[in-house]
């Protein structure tokens, strides 16, 4: 069974940073694209950035200049670099990976604190 492990969040200070990193359990498993989402109380899930495997790159408007996705040098990981973070940051930060196959995957989320 396919995992995806999100770790690195926090509570944090708005203007402050974080780096939030995903790793798929299996190193087998063939990536076509990973992305991050956030979901806020009472919101729903939506897309912060996204990278497929050929390294296109797209980052939600209200995250721009701000939060940066890249993959990492080991195989099937992720980061999520959040800089000047702000209170309307907070959510729960969920991983996502889809493979060859169209099949989406999930992990369990980790949840992002700003305080004002």
């Known amino acids: 069974q396919v995992q995806l492990v999100e770790s690195g969040g926090g509570l944090v200070q708005a203007g402050g940073s974080l780096r939030l990193s995903c790793a798929v359990s299996?190193?087998?498993?063939?990536?076509?694209?990973m992305g991050w989402y956030r979901q806020a109380p009472g919101k729903q899930r939506d897309l912060v950035a996204s990278?497929?495997?050929?390294?296109?790159?797209n980052h939600a408007e209200s995250v721009k200049g701000r939060f940066t996705i890249s993959r990492g040098n080991a195989k099937n990981t992720m980061y999520l670099q959040m800089n000047n973070l702000k209170p309307e940051d907070t959510a729960v930060y969920y991983c996502?990976?889809?493979?060859?196959?169209?099949?989406?995957?999930w992990g369990k989320g980790t949840l992002v604190t700003v305080s004002s």
């Open positions: 990278i497929t495997s050929g390294g296109s790159i």
């Open positions: 996502n990976a889809i493979n060859a196959y169209g099949t989406i995957y």
């Open positions: 299996e190193s087998r498993f063939s990536i076509n694209a």
